[in-house]
């Protein structure tokens, strides 16, 4: 258990300064949020419920997969709590802005999807 969360910090934390690199090498303009602050949001949001879902998985391997459902409603709702200056107040979003904000969602997404889903089919 231990191992496998320690595999997927790595994964994820080499994924967040790669993906934070190029991505601020393609960005032309000033965005109107800081872009590391997303990426750190996800990076951070995605180690926790891949370390709940371990915990639950070994505890109640049959609700494990429900469990990560909510975990990632509360993840949406949280990223929309916590930036909602730049979703909801800001009306004028460039499409560097909108791809800034939906790319690290679903790049950590599907990371952390294949891995509780590895995780899952062990169990």
């Not at 998985?57 to 929309?80: R, T, V």
């Not at 800034?100 to 899952?120: D, M, N, Q, S, Y």
């Amino acid at each position: 258990m231990i191992k496998r969360i320690l595999v997927f910090t790595l994964v994820v934390v080499l994924l967040f300064a790669i993906a934070l690199t190029i991505h601020q090498q393609f960005i032309s303009q000033p965005l109107s949020f800081p872009l590391w602050q997303v990426y750190l949001f996800h990076a951070i949001a995605s180690l926790i419920v891949y370390a709940s879902i371990e915990g639950i998985c070994s505890i109640m391997p049959n609700n494990a997969g429900y469990a990560y459902l909510a975990f990632m409603f509360l993840k949406i709702g949280l990223f929309l709590l916590i930036f909602k200056n730049a979703v909801f107040e800001n009306d004028s979003l460039t499409q560097a802005e909108r791809y800034a904000l939906v790319l690290p969602l679903f790049l950590f997404l599907t990371t952390e999807a294949i891995a509780v889903g590895k995780l899952l089919n062990s169990k």
